[in-house]
């Protein structure tokens, strides 16, 4: 399924305050399109972007603790994170 910018913006933003992080905008609107579609988290770049061990703890209770599904992460297709970098990271703690 192809998405627009648009509505990744609009997804983000169920979760985000998009005006006050503009970095994930930046980050979206270098592309053009979106596919959504399973991928290996294993090949997804980590480690790219700073890493906020306090979000990360806290997503990872979150998950342990919740029976919601976390918001799925964004990313590019060269497997850069666009949107869930703390969330991605809290799997691996």
Do not use: A, C
Not at 22 to 46: A, E, G, P, Q, W
């Amino acid at each position: 399924m192809i998405k627009s910018n648009n509505d990744i913006i609009n997804l983000i933003s169920t979760y985000h305050n998009i005006n006050q992080n503009i970095f994930i905008l930046d980050r979206v609107y270098k592309h053009n399109y979106f596919i959504l579609k399973n991928i290996d988290i294993s090949k997804i770049k980590l480690s790219e972007w700073y890493i906020d061990s306090y979000k990360v703890e806290k997503y990872m209770s979150l998950i342990l603790n919740s029976k919601n599904q976390m918001p799925i992460p964004v990313v590019s297709k060269n497997l850069s994170i666009i949107d869930g970098v703390h969330r991605l990271n809290s799997l691996f703690v």
